[in-house]
Each structure stands twice: as C-alpha cells, then as structure tokens.
C-alpha cells in the first residue's frame, strides 16, 4: 500500500512527494490519523499488521478498542517503514526494560505514539522524543489521583487559576507529564509527581527529568483534545501530516 500524505493546511507545511520525505537532525516529524476506520480501509490495516499483532487485536474484547489498536499499529508500522526504508511487513520491535518500544536495526530512528478516542499521534525524530494526547472528559479527576500524579508546584497553580480553567489545564499538566515519561522510556513506572511540568503548557519551554533536558511544546489538536510533544533535542522543529489507510 502506498504511503497517503494529506497536508493540514492549518498546521506547518511539509512539502515534497512521499518517497522524497527526509528527517533532517533539527525536525521531528507527527503524523497524526483518525481512528473512525471501517470497510475496505480497516481491513488494509489488518493486513499491515505481524501475526503478534493480530492476535494481541484479537484479544480486545471490545470492537471500538480493536479496531483503534489495528489502526495504531498501521500508521505505526507503515511510517516506520517509509523512514528505515525497508518493507512493512520487516519490522521487528524490541522493547527497554520499561516496556518502551524500539525499532530493530534503526538505532538512530526514535518514535513514539499516543491514541485517545478517535485520533492517534505518532512522533518520529532522531533524538529521543515523547508524544501524548488525551481526550478531555467532563469528569473531575479525584483529588486523591491529584495528589498522587502531580508534583507540589503543579497543584498549587491549578489551585490558583479559575474553577472554569483548572479542567483544561490539568489536561494540558497531564500530556506535558506522559510526553516526558515516555521519552525518557519510563513511562508510569517512575513517580509522575516527580517529575514537575507546570500546569500552563501554551507556551514550549524546558522540563528537566533524571538528569536531561526536554523541550515542551503543546501540539494544535482537534476540539475537546490536548497534545504535547517533549523533545531531547533543543530547537527542533515540528512537521506535521495526516495519515490515512486507503
């Protein structure tokens, strides 16, 4: 299946045809794709997957959550493939003791990828990168998970800011914290109130976590849904493009 690129016009432009795509060192690349997939599309996405991958899908009890996994995996083995320029179906991933996904052979190839309801993002670069996205519900998370995920300085701004503005801005708290686990490859296994992003993510600046450095930068995203990229390498720019299985 070819690589489908559909420019967002609304978002920076990345120029040029698909099998002239680069990743120059100062870029990190976010493809993001919908997970509202069905028919004649859904079933390629089946097809780009490894029989590991189709089992794990097959395990989901629930088709709304098989179906965002087979899509996942697609835009993830898909892209992948286009930038270590082997075939899709060549990949194999290994993965840290925390669980973080790597690609094999591609030492230099970094990735990370987030999905949340309908809408999947997925990073690429040549430095270490983290990316999430959440769906922002209209319930208030207890303030005993509060206390548990958020570092001291981070509760004491959203206790300041406006009743109406403490739900966006603990989600916008809640992607900056998950970008920056995941890049430094811990995910929820080292103490998220450890690590202090501060609530207010409109603006990039430089989180520091186990000793390294991530610049942070909150991502453009659909109605109802925060994004955030954290980036080991400084002054990156960000290319974005939507995937789409056809």
Not at 146 to 152: D, P, Q, S, V
Request: proline share 5%; charged share 20%; hydrophobic share 45%.
């Amino acid at each position: 299946m070819p690589l489908k690129i559909i420019p967002q016009r609304a978002l920076t432009q990345w120029h040029g045809a698909a099998e002239k795509i680069c990743l120059p060192l100062d870029e990190v690349h976010i493809w993001s794709a919908g997970l509202r997939v069905g028919g004649a599309a859904l079933c390629t996405c089946w097809d780009l997957l490894s029989a590991e991958e189709m089992r794990v899908a097959l395990d989901h009890r629930f088709a709304k959550d098989r179906r965002e996994f087979v899509v996942t995996r697609a835009l993830l083995r898909q892209v992948l493939a286009h930038y270590a320029g082997r075939a899709t179906a060549d990949l194999c991933f290994d993965s840290n003791s925390s669980g973080k996904p790597m690609l094999r052979g591609a030492q230099s190839l970094y990735f990370s990828v987030s999905h949340s309801r309908d809408l999947a993002l997925l990073a690429i670069a040549h430095s270490q990168v983290g990316i999430d996205v959440e769906y922002m519900q209209s319930r208030v998370l207890p303030q005993s998970v509060i206390e548990r995920y958020l570092a001291r300085p981070e509760r004491s701004h959203l206790r300041a800011l406006p009743a109406k503005s403490r739900a966006v801005a603990l989600y916008r708290c809640w992607t900056q914290k998950e970008a920056v686990l995941k890049g430094l490859g811990v995910g929820l296994l080292y103490p998220p109130r450890r690590v202090n992003v501060l609530a207010d993510g409109r603006k990039p600046h430089v989180v520091s976590a186990l000793g390294r450095n991530w610049l942070v930068r909150q991502l453009a995203a659909p109605v109802g849904y925060v994004a955030t990229v954290a980036i080991e390498q400084p002054n990156c720019k960000i290319r974005r493009r939507q995937w789409r299985p056809t």
